[in-house]
């Protein structure tokens, strides 16, 4: 199952900052301060995780409702778990993206602005010192 919310995610950091995602990664691995960059890619790796922990509970719940096995007693509490762990991880996903979307939308790359040349500032001449007069 394709995770186009993640993906969507990550795309629009990547637009925002320029660079890919790894390079991303190891910069804010890299920066011992906690910054926007370092809580984008955390709020992106809930997602990512939601995403597939969704996709291992469907391919549980798929086997264990399986039309060609039978279903027991015990069978019923594994089958409520994966439910129950399913719409969990939804509701995670689904608060993480709607979360870190709205940030996202707040942020704008920005130009670099731009540099002039700048002429090396000459200090003022210190003041002459009065003359003094002979008495």
Do not use: W
Not at 7 to 35: C, F, K, M, V, W
Not at 64 to 87: F, K, S, V, W
């Amino acid at each position: 199952m394709p995770h186009t919310t993640s993906r969507q995610i990550a795309e629009h950091i990547e637009s925002l900052y320029g660079r890919p995602r790894a390079e991303l990664e190891a910069h804010a691995d890299s920066t011992t301060h906690p910054n926007m960059l370092s809580a984008l890619l955390a709020a992106h790796h809930a997602v990512e995780f939601a995403e597939t922990d969704i996709d291992f509970q469907l391919q549980r719940l798929r086997k264990l409702t399986h039309p060609d096995r039978e279903i027991g007693r015990h069978d019923a509490g594994h089958i409520y778990d994966c439910a129950r762990r399913i719409g969990e991880a939804v509701a995670v996903r689904d608060t993480q993206a709607r979360h870190i979307s709205a940030v996202l939308k707040s942020l704008h790359r920005t130009h670099a602005p731009e540099t002039t040349p700048t002429t090396p500032v000459t200090p003022p001449a210190p003041a002459a010192a009065p003359a003094s007069r002979a008495r």
